[in-house]
């Protein structure tokens, strides 16, 4: 029998535990089904991306045979920031398309390339990712070779020297598997308690005595005992 309570709903933690429990199969359940669709859709799904990086040092100076002081290593650092900008530039990132014949457009190029400084030095990192290995260490090592000399006609001052070569990239950056299933596991046991937790909230049906005297605050005058058909003491 539905009831009419408009008092605010409390959770009693001991019934809310004994639920969960009695559920835990299906909570279970949930979560292995959840993390095998985020396993199967990481596994055959999703295409690997592979990355292969190339270290660039950068100096003040196009003279880099000549004695270097703390302030010029100071403004190299600052300087890799805008280094940064005119190496993921139209000017840069075009030319490389043109000269290895690239299927993409700027963009799109531009979103598999990753300019930073490593540590805060004047040491320059520049990353791309592809589905093909072997065209991520080729972009890479094209960004390398058209880089500098953009850089010195731009800044017109300094140089850019790379000091490691384009690697190329053996396992895939991503997507990560066991980040993946574990992630959909995850959401699958926080879906599936969810669930049975709204189930118990929106349940104001009376099933037991404890239920009268919870929801309608009335003493139990009596029970009426289950009958099951059929004969009882041999009868």
Not at 33 to 47: K, P
Not at 171 to 177: E, F, L, R, W
Not at 208 to 225: C, F, H, N, R, S
Request: glycine fraction near 6%; charged fraction near 20%.
């Amino acid at each position: 029998m539905p009831i009419e309570n408009d008092d605010e709903v409390t959770i009693d933690l001991g019934e809310l535990f004994r639920m969960l429990w009695h559920n835990a199969i299906w909570i279970v359940l949930c979560t292995v089904a959840a993390a095998a669709i985020g396993f199967c859709v990481t596994e055959f799904a999703m295409v690997p991306q592979y990355q292969s990086a190339a270290l660039m040092i950068v100096n003040t100076r196009q003279d880099v045979n000549a004695n270097v002081t703390n302030d010029q290593i100071t403004s190299a650092t600052k300087l890799v920031d805008t280094y940064s900008i005119i190496v993921k530039s139209d000017t840069v990132l075009q030319r490389v398309i043109d000269e290895l014949g690239l299927n993409l457009n700027y963009k799109q190029l531009n979103e598999k390339v990753t300019v930073e400084a490593v540590n805060s030095t004047q040491v320059m990192r520049v990353s791309v990712e592809d589905g093909n290995p072997e065209m991520a260490q080729l972009m890479c090592q094209k960004i390398t070779e058209v880089a500098p000399a953009v850089i010195q006609d731009a800044v017109e001052a300094g140089s850019v020297k790379v000091i490691s070569q384009a690697s190329m990239p053996v396992d895939p950056v991503s997507p990560s598997v066991k980040k993946n299933t574990a992630i959909g596991g995850l959401l699958g046991l926080v879906l599936c308690v969810g669930v049975l937790v709204v189930r118990m909230l929106l349940n104001n049906k009376i099933n037991t005595e404890a239920d009268v005297q919870k929801y309608l605050d009335l003493p139990v005058l009596g029970v009426i005992p289950k009958y099951e058909g059929g004969k009882r003491n041999g009868k």
